[in-house]
Structure formats: C-alpha cells, structure tokens
C-alpha cells in the first residue's frame, strides 16, 4: 500500500505544472489535485511521520492528531470549493500562488516542529500577497505592501521566540509554551496572523483589495493557522480569552460603519476569529472544542459570504453597498446562498453557526465568566444586524438602475455546496464532533434554553435595526482604525528621518570630509604639520627674521594651502644628503 504524504507537498508540488496547462485540462487538473489531497487526508494515521534528520534535530512533516486532522479536513474541503469558484480565472499566476498558499497552509497544520513549521508560515506570507497583487490596480499593490511589511514583523517577531526557545530548551518540538520571553514573541507572531487588537489592521486594509476568487482563499487560511497555532501552543491562556472577546466586539463595531461590502466582510473575520480565540483561552475541552468547531463553521459560511459578494462584484462591477440593491430577481441563487450565509454566521437555529457559538459560550458559561458572556452576547447581536444590513442594501432595496445577471455556473456550484454543509452541519453536528479534538461527553447543542436564547437576541436585533434604520443605513464616507496611530508614527519616523537624522548626517558627513581633506594635503606635503601648529598657537613665525611674534588671524580668513608651500622634492633631497653624510661620517671613523 503506498504510503500517504503530507497533504502540504500535493498542493505545492502540484502548482508547479499549472502554467503548463490550457482550457478544460487546467480546470480537470485543478480540482483532481485538490481531491487528491483530500482523500490524502482520509488516509493518514495519527502519530508522527516524515521525520527528516537536520543538524541535530528532527524535521516533522506530519504529526498528525486529532486537532491537526480537524483542520486538515475543513482546509482541504474548502480548498477544493474554492478552486471549483476560482475555475473562469486565467492568470497561472493566481492559480499557483492558491495552490502554494492552500500547501503552506496545511504544511503549518502537520507541521510537528518549529523550523519547517516556520518555513510554512512565511510561504503563506509570500503566496498570499499575490492573491491582492493580481487585482494589479493602484491601491492593491499599496495595499499589498502594507501587508507584507506587517507580516514581516510578526515573522521576525516569531523568529525570534523560536531562537530563544530552541536555546533554553534545546527543542524545536511544536508543543504548549509556557511564560518567559521566547512565549511572549511566538505569541506575537501568532497574534499577529489571528489579528489580534491592534495588530489586525493588514487584514481590513489588505482583504477588500484581493482579486474576486483571492478574497475566497484569503478569508480562510491566514487567521485560522493562527487559530490553529494558538491552539496547539497557548490553550488555557487567561490573556487569550479576553483578547478574544475584545475582538468580537471590535471586529462588530466596526463591520456595521462599513460601506464596502468586503471590508464589512474582513472586519466580521476579526469578531468571528475572536470567538474562536475566546473559547481557546477558556482552555477547558469544551472551551477548545468550541474553538475549533467555530473555525470549521466560519471557514464554511464566511467564504460563501466572500463567493457571494464576489460574485456581486463579478457581475456588477460595484462594491459599495450605496451604489448596490435589487439584486434579489437579477441573482437568486447568489441570494439565497448569500441568506444561508449571513443565517449561519448571525448563529441562528438550523445552521452551522447556531452550533459552534453555543459550544463556546456555554464554555465561558461554566468557566463562570459573566463579562466574557455578556461581550460575546453584544457580539452576536451586532453580527445579525450587520448582516440584515448586508443582505438588505445588496438584495432588497430598490435600484432600478443597475444591470447583472446569475453568475457563472462553477461559481454557482461551489455556493450551492457550500451553503448545503452550513445547513447540514447545523441539521445534524455530531457530523463535526465526531473530528472534534475532545470527546464531548453527553454535550447537545439543541437545548430549549438555547434556542429560546438565540430567537430572544433575534427578534430584538430585528427590532431595533427597524427603529434604527436611517443609522445603519450605508454611508460614503471612509471610517479610520488603528491604522490612522500607524501613519501618524511613520509620518514622525520619516519627519525625523529627513529632517533631524539626515541634519545630523550631513554635520558628520561635513566634518569627516573635511578631515579627510586635510589628510590628504597633510600627505602631500608633511612639512605643513609644523605651520599648522605655529597657526594654532598664540605666536607665529616671522620668516623674514626668524622670530616669534604674537599671532592674531583676522577673523573669517581661512587657511590657504598654497600660502607657505615647500615642495615635497626639496625636502626628500635633504633628508637622503643628511643621511648620506650622516653614513659617510660613520664609515670614517670605523
């Protein structure tokens, strides 16, 4: 039987033949490689595997568990839907840094060590900025640059940690950390892909820049490896609980100010990520669980969110929820699924969400963590109102004006799936506990008080989104995050670049200039040392007469190079005659 390889590998060795292929053979190729990888998974037995010998430690390549296989399936699932959506793109480009970053993904999931693990995550930094660049416009190539140059930080920052780890433990097994300082930056350069608050703002600036289909892939991986990692490592942390819950209310904030439908979109990844975060720092097999089946659950229904929005994009070349509206004749299918989506996140009974969300708040619940209960409550309230608001601007105001039609059939598909895996989890979850990483004991997420809880926040979300509604309807203006701090620091780093810095470097620049000028007069004619020195001193040399006198230079003359000059001839032809009587003299009286 052929042995099972990481699923990493499949993904980025397959990307190499893409711009090799044409027409109806690429798309085969697309979707068979991604099967592959999936039915890859179905056959890889828990332990650890490729382990590879490399200065004294041990390279792991598959280590393979519960919570990396839980991962593993819903990133190889949604990454086959993905690629099914992305079918019409033409750009091997594209398509390759899709396969690369779906690869580098896993590769970080099985990864069982901190180097190859580290390898991975910079491969995704790497292949992801592509997926904006491609949109080959003015503000995502800006947009494209800022997002590199944060996950440079965070992976300088997680370098760093694994450095300082490796030298106090000698080890570079990925595992739980503990405090210290090599924890603290490796919790950076997860938190900065998890966005954690005020670290997030790559992902709101960078997201809404992304090709149509490069959105799809960027609204799943990045956040959710470091979802992932902060699992495998800081599980039970009490910092991560309340970074968490500060994320889901943030993220809600400001999602209902947006106007541009994916930003409203990328700000959602930032309150649903905090959820995950939440349950993760609760650390309890609920808690973890919660988190987990919450990453499942929003890969699912925040990328059908991403294809149905790009699919508006797509076919109406409009983003702005202003410029948008009476979509719901022109796409139903798109609208329908859009519906599903926004059901599933808002957490409603019958879909996906509804089960994820009360597995983590019945984990703060029992953790008796009333504050945490009550951001994460206000959260999800604003999640159903941001998406009423969504759903109605997009579908159900009236626009006579605008002109679209379904959009292409790969892209109806992969919807359609979609939205039937955030109904069928939601119909029956044990299909998502069963790959859970805890056992869930007699745990049922249809419990009355739950479901009359969630249709209590429902009906007055919707109560106050009709008494409201001019507020929340959308407006043109543009809303600054943490983002406006950042320019305001730049702006002072380069203002003391070009002005107090630079200053400095010209004064030195002048005064070594200046030496080194002397230095070379000095060079061609020694003898000037000695006028130097009279100049300097309070006398000077009367050539004439041979005495002293008191020297006073006028003020504002400078030193003429040329005023006193002895050839440098005339004084070597001395010294050689000196020498020579000096010698002659010797011999004689030897």
């Known amino acids: 039987m052929i042995k099972p390889v990481p699923p990493a590998f499949i993904f980025i060795l397959g990307a190499l033949p893409i711009p090799f292929l044409m027409g109806k053979l690429k798309q085969l190729y697309l979707l068979l490689i991604s099967v592959l990888a999936f039915i890859d998974l179905l056959y890889l037995e828990t332990g650890t595997g490729w382990v590879f010998h490399f200065l004294h430690y041990d390279l792991v390549f598959a280590q393979v568990d519960r919570l990396s296989l839980a991962i593993g399936y819903i990133f190889a699932i949604i990454g086959c839907l993905s690629i099914l959506y992305s079918l019409q793109v033409k750009e091997s480009g594209q398509q390759v840094a899709s396969f690369m970053y779906i690869g580098s993904s896993l590769g970080v999931v099985f990864a069982g060590d901190y180097f190859s693990l580290f390898v991975f995550w910079e491969i995704m930094a790497v292949t992801s900025v592509f997926l904006i660049w491609y949109r080959k416009e003015k503000e995502p190539l800006e947009a494209g640059f800022r997002y590199v140059l944060m996950h440079i930080f ?47 703002t790559w992902l709101p600036d960078a997201y809404p820049q992304g090709t149509i289909t490069g959105s799809v892939f960027l609204s799943v991986f990045t956040t959710k490896t470091g979802v992932y990692a902060l699992a495998r490592c800081f599980s039970g942390t009490d910092f991560l609980a309340y970074i968490g819950a500060i994320m889901a209310v943030y993220g809600i904030i400001f999602a209902l100010l947006q106007n541009d439908t994916r930003k409203l979109l ?79 996140i808002s957490g409603a009974p019958g879909f996906n969400g509804f089960v994820s969300k009360g597995m983590v708040l019945s984990s703060v619940v029992e953790a008796h963590q009333p504050v945490l209960e009550l951001m994460l409550i206000l959260a999800s309230v604003g999640t159903f109102l941001s998406f009423t608001k969504l759903c109605y601007f997009t579908f159900f105001t009236k626009n006579e004006e605008i002109k679209a039609k379904e959009a ?23 299909a998502l506990f069963y790959i ?8 049922h997420s249809y419990t009355p008080s739950h479901m009359v809880g969630v249709l209590q926040l429902f009906l007055l979300s919707g109560f106050v989104f009709m008494l409201a509604y001019r507020a929340f309807s959308p407006h043109p203006w543009i809303v600054l995050d943490f983002d406006y701090f950042y320019r305001m620091i730049c702006r002072g780093i380069l203002w003391m670049c070009k002005g107090l810095l630079n200053n400095v470097r010209l004064k030195v620049q002048a005064f070594l200039s200046q030496g080194v000028r002397s230095a070379i007069r000095l060079s061609k004619n020694p003898m000037l040392i000695i006028e130097m020195v009279l100049r300097s001193a309070p006398v000077k040399m009367d050539r004439a007469s041979g005495q002293l006198s ?41």
């Open 154 to 200: 965070g992976g300088c920052c997680l370098l760093t940690g694994i450095i300082l780890h490796v030298v106090s433990q000698e080890s570079i097994t990925v595992g739980p950390l503990q405090g210290g300082w090599a924890a603290f930056f490796i919790l950076i350069g997860f938190g900065l892909n998890t966005a954690f608050i005020p670290l997030h």
């Open 266 to 344: 990328s700000y959602h990844i930032i309150s649903q990520v905090g959820y995950m975060v939440a349950g993760i720092g609760i650390g309890s097999p609920l808690g973890v669980n919660g988190g987990i089946a919450h990453l499942t659950n929003n890969i699912l229904y925040k990328t059908l969110l991403f294809m149905c929005m790009g699919s508006v994009i797509y076919r109406t070349g409009k983003e702005k929820l202003t410029e948008l509206g009476g979509l719901a004749r022109l796409m139903p299918i798109t609208c329908v699924t859009c519906l599903i989506a926004s059901l599933s």
């Open 408 to 430: 292409p059939v790969n892209m109806q598909w992969a919807m359609m799936f979609t939205a039937f895996l955030c109904i069928f989890i939601g119909v029956y979850p044990k």
């Open 436 to 443: 859970l990483p805890h056992d869930l004991g007699n745990y």
């Open 550 to 590: 008191v020297f006073s230079e006028e003020k504002g003359k400078g030193y003429d190079e040329n005023l006193y000059r002895n050839p440098m001839g005339l004084g070597v032809l001395l010294a050689i005659l000196f020498l020579f009587l000096y010698g002659l003299i010797y011999l004689m009286k030897s």
